[in-house]
Every structure is written in structure tokens, then in C-alpha cells.
């Protein structure tokens, strides 16, 4: 695949011939990197960030190339994203999960989006579980909807406080449709910070009561190679699919 890039000289119309520069994406490259990463991870399953467009790349292409290797897990950041995923799978013949990282903010997209692409959004506060449980409320249970739960250990970004998150009744997590839990490291890419071993110390204290029924992923690109292995069920490399 080859992407012209436009400048910014005085008269640059942006078309190919008017670029100062041209970009080629090896496509079977990034595959190869998934395919790498998800032997790494065996047996657990090996998902895919593709947010940001692929970042960058054109989640258009990418996509159908990493469901060609095998990839069935995707995760976008937004809405819109995880709309794109869905027609770029759709159109190449494939079907798979698509969780959205963001969560769920009912007043920035309807319920009808996550229902109408199949989209999983991933629950981050209490606020957003009562809302996600409220927009459930009407559907059918056949209706095949899903969730994330993201608990916070220590990146203090988004999710469920962990103590928080180990009261929630399981009952209650099932009838939300929670299909994963996750949480995300913070300092994976230094494999000595002592921040890791805590990060996957609090991960497991949060899944010991309600949570431990649930499919788990904590590994980002970079978790994947940490000597304690956190893989568990799920990986979601991002930055390493694209050669980082």
C-alpha cells in the first residue's frame, strides 16, 4: 500500500504528483508482526489495537490484513473507530469483537451504533456502568451486545477503583454482558520498574471475588515480553504491530 503525502508549500493541492513525499506500508509486515506477537502470547488469544487509524497506517487495509492472519479482537479508541473496523471487516468477509476503549457516553453516540456494529464498549466508572445497565434495560437478551470492565491499577487513567470493582455483585456484572476485564500497565516497556510486579499483583487481588469469571487482559505491546508473562487470556498489542 502506498500513501501519498501532501506538504504544506504554497499551491500544494494535496494529490499524489504534488507530494514531497511518499510513504509505503508493507501490509504483510504488520501481519507478520501479529503473527509474531500472537505466538509469542500462545495459547491466549493476540488482539489488536487499531485506533488512530491503525495509527496512521489506514485501518481500511490494516484490518482485513491482520483478519487474514487471524486476528479477531480489535480495539479502537472511539465510536467512529470501532464503526470503520466494523465495515472494514464486513467488506473483507470477516467478523470479530471490537471493544472501544473510551467507554460509554450515551450523549456522544447512541446505543444504536454499539447495537448496530456489534461494538463493545469498555466500562470505566460507575457512572458508565449505571448508564451502559439503563441503555441494556429495553433489549432483548438475544440482542448480542457486549462489555469491558476496565479496573484502575496504577495508571490512573481510567477504570474502576480496584476495591470498588471486587464489590461489584457478579450477578450484576453478568446481566451488564461483560465479555472481559482489563487494566493496562503503565511502565511495560521497562521491564525492571518495579511498578509491573505491582500492576499484576493488583490485577489479581481484583479479579479474586466477582471477576475472576471473566476473560482477562492486562498485556499491552510491550507486556507481552515482561519476564513475569502477564498474558492471561487476552494480549492487545498496539505500537509493536506497526514496527515500534
Keep these: 500500500m502506498t500513501e501519498a503525502l501532501s506538504g504544506s508549500a504554497p499551491g500544494a493541492c494535496g494529490s499524489p504528483g504534488d507530494a514531497l513525499a511518499v510513504l509505503t506500508i508493507d501490509l504483510e509486515a504488520v501481519a507478520d508482526n501479529w503473527r509474531q506477537l500472537a505466538a509469542r502470547a500462545s495459547p491466549s488469544e493476540c488482539a489488536a489495537a487499531v485506533k ?45 469483537r471490537i471493544f472501544v476503549l473510551n467507554g460509554f457516553h450515551p450523549e456522544a453516540a447512541p446505543m444504536a451504533d454499539y447495537l448496530d456494529f456489534a461494538l463493545a464498549p469498555v466500562i470505566g466508572s460507575m457512572e458508565e456502568l449505571v448508564a451502559w445497565e439503563r441503555a441494556l434495560a429495553p433489549l432483548h437478551a438475544q440482542e448480542p451486545v457486549r462489555c469491558a470492565l476496565h479496573v484502575d491499577t496504577g495508571m490512573n487513567r481510567l477504570g474502576f477503583p480496584i476495591e470498588e470493582a ?59 515480553f515482561l519476564p513475569q508473562h502477564p498474558v492471561l487470556d487476552l494480549v492487545r498489542p498496539g505500537y509493536a504491530l506497526y514496527g515500534g
Design 52 to 96: 488512530a487509524d491503525a495509527y496512521g497506517l489506514g485501518a481500511g487495509e490494516v484490518v482485513p490484513a491482520l483478519a487474514r492472519s487471524g486476528c479477531r479482537t480489535f480495539f479502537t479508541a472511539h465510536v467512529s473507530e470501532g464503526r470503520l473496523t466494523r465495515v472494514a471487516l464486513q467488506n473483507a468477509g470477516y467478523d470479530g
Design 166 to 224: 471486587r464489590l461489584l455483585p457478579q450477578q450484576r456484572l453478568v446481566s451488564a454482558r461483560v465479555d472481559l476485564v482489563m487494566s493496562h500497565l503503565m511502565s511495560a516497556e521497562l521491564p525492571g520498574d518495579t511498578v509491573n510486579a505491582r500492576q499484576i499483583a493488583r490485577f489479581k487481588h481484583a479479579r479474586e471475588r466477582s471477576l475472576r469469571q471473566f476473560s482477562a487482559s492486562l498485556a499491552n505491546s510491550s507486556g507481552i
